[in-house]
Each structure stands twice: as C-alpha cells, then as structure tokens.
C-alpha cells in the first residue's frame, strides 16, 4: 500500500488528526491533484471545483 493511501485511510478512520504528518497530508492533497501556494507559515491547496480551505501546520506561531 502506498504511503498516500495509508494516510488517506488513517483520515477516514476518523481518529486524532495530530497523528497524521504535514509531510503525509500535504503528499496526499498532491497526489490527488492539488496544486499548493505557500504565504509564509500557510499551505494553501486549490483545486478547480473545489473550494479553497488553509491548513497552518502550526511552526512559528
């Protein structure tokens, strides 16, 4: 199984989101074609057809 498949999985099980990785998410939301723009400490990942949610990876707050 592929590492973006096993972090797909661990969010749909539901679980604790602290125990899913910047790293593993931000792989995942490329791989299924996101495209990323950076502003400083936020990821922001866009898709046409869907609308734009931010994910602040939580460094140098």
Known sequence: ????????????????????????????FLHLGFEERVRGSHHIFFKSGIECKEYDHGHGS
């Open 1 to 28: 199984m592929a590492r973006h498949e096993r972090t797909l999985l661990r969010i749909l099980r539901g679980g604790s989101d602290a125990s899913i990785g910047f790293d593993d998410l931000r792989g995942l």
